[in-house]
């Protein structure tokens, strides 16, 4: 179930833990809350909730325009557009320090490690080209990607594949 303030308090957060703006752009803002939380869902359960759909780039929160224009009006997060390579750019830096009470430990580590990966191993242009994968080549634009497909890997399903699936809902029903 989507939790709007958690999910406002994460975005919050990301733009804080990249103190550089121009490694955060919309493209990389994105991704690192697409793949935080669907890595979490894959060890457990989503973060926040939110719905992610197709769009031209990849994965986009479903509620991300309406939460950054809420943090900008609040004076929590400075948003300035720029140019990178010719193109247009938003980039994104927090003023004020998020409220980190609504996560656990563990959703903090995810998302730190996604910043790591989307933001520094990556640029806007690898890290939606790795996104465009099965998955989002499935969608059409505006879809909503579930986030069962977390558990998806591409290829033949196997025996070892079946078994697997067996496994998890048996785990599931018997919670």
């Not at 669907?38 to 309406?66: C, L, M, N, W």
Request: proline share 4%; glycine share 4%; aromatic share 12%.
């Amino acid at each position: 179930m989507f939790d709007r303030e958690k999910f406002k308090s994460l975005v919050h957060y990301v733009c804080w833990s990249c103190e550089d703006p121009t490694v955060l752009g919309s493209v990389k803002l994105n991704k690192v809350l697409y793949k935080a939380d669907f890595a979490a869902y894959y060890r457990d359960s989503s973060i926040t909730g939110e719905e992610y759909v197709k769009r031209q780039y990849g994965p986009v929160p479903k509620h991300i325009v309406p939460i950054l224009r809420e943090l900008a009006e609040n004076g929590d997060v400075a948003i300035r557009d720029a140019e990178h390579f010719g193109y247009d750019k938003k980039e994104f830096f927090a003023i004020t320090k998020p409220d980190l009470s609504r996560f656990t430990a563990e959703e903090i580590s995810i998302v730190d490690e996604m910043i790591l990966y989307v933001c520094y191993q990556h640029t806007a242009r690898s890290i939606s080209k790795e996104l465009h994968d099965e998955v989002w080549e499935l969608a059409e634009i505006g879809e909503e990607i579930p986030y069962v497909t977390a558990f998806s890997r591409p290829g033949e399903i196997t025996e070892m594949d079946i078994e697997w699936a067996r496994m998890k809902i048996e785990e599931f029903q018997g919670a």
